[in-house]
């Protein structure tokens, strides 16, 4: 039988892959008996989750006004190029 | 089909390729560049375009290769990072000699209003910002952009497959210790 500590790692390994059936059903059984990783792959499930749209929440980072005129400067310039080609 | 030029689209989604890049690249000046190398780009293929999607689904996946791409360019940069990772590896694991858990882990009351959850996501990308480098580079790369196994291994500088999964597997167990010390256990 496998301890908590490796069931954590196959929880995370998990989540990425197809572990062997036999495996996944440890795991179920361990999910189902332990409330300590029961609720570890929850939270781990939720992070992932939040992970995923992270960047439509954290609006307090923008662009800088003089990064946004730098970079509409060098697209004109590339635009204008590629267009007298 | 409406007329679209890169500089309508920095005004409207510059911000939002900004910071899905910054959160990757971790520098602001390599997030500019691939903003804008990323708009020229979507300049170069409009035609590739299609309604399917929406103009800002499109543009985020351009700059997820231009992501892709700037870890190519930079995989030798790896390599030194790497022992930040294991000095505080013992950290990461709240686990007694026998693998069980040290103490209980508790509930998590998940944010559930706007306010909560814009507060919630400026703790996570506090936490995000704690991890090595690496580990960083590997939950966007493999858990976010589901980057293949051995691509992933190939540019963050990881042996084996197993070596991968522990240290993503650690990665987790370090951001949800970061969440719930700065977040959960705050009531
Ligand atoms: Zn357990």
Redesign the interface.
Same mark, same amino acid.
């Given at each position: 039988m496998r301890h908590c500590k490796q069931i954590v790692d196959l929880v995370s390994q998990g989540m990425e892959s197809k572990l062997p059936w036999s495996i996944r059903m440890e795991v179920k059984m361990h999910l189902l008996m332990c409330k300590n990783c029961y609720r570890y792959a929850k939270q781990l499930k939720f992070m992932q989750s939040e992970l995923k749209t992270i960047e439509n929440n954290i609006a307090d980072t923008a662009l800088t006004e003089t990064a946004k005129k730098r970079i509409q400067q060098s697209l004109k310039l590339a635009i204008h190029e590629t267009s007298n080609d | 089909m409406t007329q679209q030029s890169?500089?309508t689209w @920095?005004n409207d989604h510059?911000?939002?390729l900004?910071?899905?890049a !910054? @959160?990757r690249v971790r520098s602001?000046t390599t997030a500019?560049d691939l903003?804008?190398e990323t @708009?020229?780009a979507g300049?170069?293929s409009w035609d590739k375009f299609t309604e399917k999607s929406s103009v800002s689904t499109w543009l985020v996946g351009i700059l997820k290769h231009k992501i892709v791409d700037h870890f190519r360019k930079h995989r030798h940069e790896v390599k030194q990072v790497q022992a930040d990772e294991l000095a505080d590896d013992i950290l990461a694991?709240q686990?007694d000699s026998?693998?069980?858990?040290q103490v209980?882990?508790?509930?998590?009351d998940?944010p559930d209003t706007q306010m909560d959850?814009?507060q919630?996501?400026?703790v996570?990308?506090l936490c995000?910002s704690r991890l090595p480098q690496r580990m960083a580079d590997l939950?966007f790369l493999?858990?976010?952009e589901?980057v293949p196994?051995a691509e992933c291994c190939d540019l963050l500088g990881f042996e084996s497959d197993n070596q991968l999964?522990?240290t993503?597997?650690r990665t987790?167990?370090k951001?949800?210790q970061c !969440?719930n010390t700065h977040w959960f256990e705050q009531g």
């Amino acid at each position: 039988m496998r301890h908590c500590k490796q069931i954590v790692d196959l929880v995370s390994q998990g989540m990425e892959s197809k572990l062997p059936w036999s495996i996944r059903m440890e795991v179920k059984m361990h999910l189902l008996m332990c409330k300590n990783c029961y609720r570890y792959a929850k939270q781990l499930k939720f992070m992932q989750s939040e992970l995923k749209t992270i960047e439509n929440n954290i609006a307090d980072t923008a662009l800088t006004e003089t990064a946004k005129k730098r970079i509409q400067q060098s697209l004109k310039l590339a635009i204008h190029e590629t267009s007298n080609d | 089909m409406t007329q679209q030029s890169p500089e309508t689209w @920095l005004n409207d989604h510059g911000d939002l390729l900004y910071r899905y890049a !910054l @959160l990757r690249v971790r520098s602001e000046t390599t997030a500019e560049d691939l903003v804008q190398e990323t @708009l020229l780009a979507g300049f170069l293929s409009w035609d590739k375009f299609t309604e399917k999607s929406s103009v800002s689904t499109w543009l985020v996946g351009i700059l997820k290769h231009k992501i892709v791409d700037h870890f190519r360019k930079h995989r030798h940069e790896v390599k030194q990072v790497q022992a930040d990772e294991l000095a505080d590896d013992i950290l990461a694991y709240q686990f007694d000699s026998e693998g069980h858990w040290q103490v209980d882990l508790v509930e998590w009351d998940t944010p559930d209003t706007q306010m909560d959850q814009k507060q919630f996501s400026k703790v996570f990308k506090l936490c995000i910002s704690r991890l090595p480098q690496r580990m960083a580079d590997l939950l966007f790369l493999r858990a976010i952009e589901n980057v293949p196994m051995a691509e992933c291994c190939d540019l963050l500088g990881f042996e084996s497959d197993n070596q991968l999964w522990v240290t993503l597997s650690r990665t987790r167990v370090k951001l949800r210790q970061c !969440l719930n010390t700065h977040w959960f256990e705050q009531g």
